[in-house]
């Protein structure tokens, strides 16, 4: 598998070297569709050769993008029948786990939208899959490939901003809340992708609040429209504790920011974004500074996972990473709503 072609940059469209790579999507509802749109633009630049899409819905593959080259109502039938490089998963997400492992015990790369598993235990599961197997596990926390982000690291790493103080993640989306999702695992998770690999902890954070609301009021987490989460990650030696504040939501105005405090200037950016961030300080004033490479986050990713420059052990990690805090995130959550918030 991926062993074709690589690219020179995986993010750069005129470095690319010409390759014939194959990707199967399976799933083709709203997000799926995305993926589907992503991969024909990468078509039509030539990373890719050939799409595949598979759905149960036959109207859905009815509708399908006109540079999809071939449709399957099953995903064995179209695992058999091509030669795949890698497959999407972009299905409800109780189907991650049992697709995900069957489709790694044949050896193929994966990419499994987000949430990776419907519980940590779940996580663990795919990444031993993943393991034994001769493809890759790759997560849809897509935001660790938005050009804000890679900007926002390295300014992070030249100490730029001095020592990070503070981090603020702020989602909220007008959509009406889908009935079988929860805040913190549907929109809080992109943060807890991102935030360990913008400050690098060291140990595990500690979580003081985790609460789950609607109209301000606590509410469970199966119907709450609105999260809050805050977290510490403990400083070493003379650096100081790092404050992380989420604030996620449906039903209210778009809002998709990432403020980082840093002793010496501040970074914010907007993810809807992807030419540039400000830098500065309230007092001072804020400038703008180009993102080396505007394209799409899902593009980047995509990119990202065809390079082929990857570690299945850093990947891994990450993924576990992610999981153990959405773990105790939604824990947290749980316990506040029954035994905190009515006393």
Known sequence: MMNKATLS???????????????????????????????????????????????INRDRLEKIHPAIDEV?????????????????????NSSHLSLGVAM???????????PLGASLDEVKRLCEAAKKSTGTLHSGYLLRHHPGVKLAKKLIEDHSIGRVKSVRFTKYSSR???????????????AFSIIPSLIIPSKSPLFS???????????????????KVHLTYSGQATNPDTEVEVHVGWQQADCNLLTIEGTKQHIRLNFRE????????????????PTLHPIPPLEAQYRYILSNTHS????????????????????????????????
């Open 9 to 55: 940059s995986p993010e750069r469209t005129n470095d690319l070297v010409k390759m014939v790579f194959n990707v199967g999507v399976v799933g083709c509802g709203r997000w799926g569709t995305k993926h589907l749109e992503t991969l024909a633009l990468l078509k039509h630049q030539g990373v890719i050769d050939e799409i595949y899409a598979c759905d």
């Open 72 to 92: 399957f109502r099953n995903w064995t039938d179209m695992c058999q029948s091509v030669q795949l490089d890698l497959v999407s998963i972009v299905t409800q």
């Open 104 to 114: 790694l015990e044949q050896g193929l790369n994966v990419l499994i939208e987000k």
């Open 176 to 190: 009406k809340k889908p009935s079988n999702a929860n805040a913190i695992e549907n929109l809080a998770s992109h």
């Open 209 to 227: 609040v985790a609460m789950t609301l609607e109209d301000g009021k606590p509410a469970p987490l199966t119907t709450a429209l609105q999260a």
């Open 274 to 289: 992807h030419n540039s961030i400000e830098f500065g300080t309230q007092k001072a004033g804020y400038r703008t500074i």
């Open 312 to 343: 299945p052990h850093v990947l891994a990690e990450d993924h576990l990473q992610t999981a153990e805090l959405l773990d105790k995130a939604t824990s947290l959550a749980q316990y506040w709503y029954l035994h905190k918030a009515w006393k």
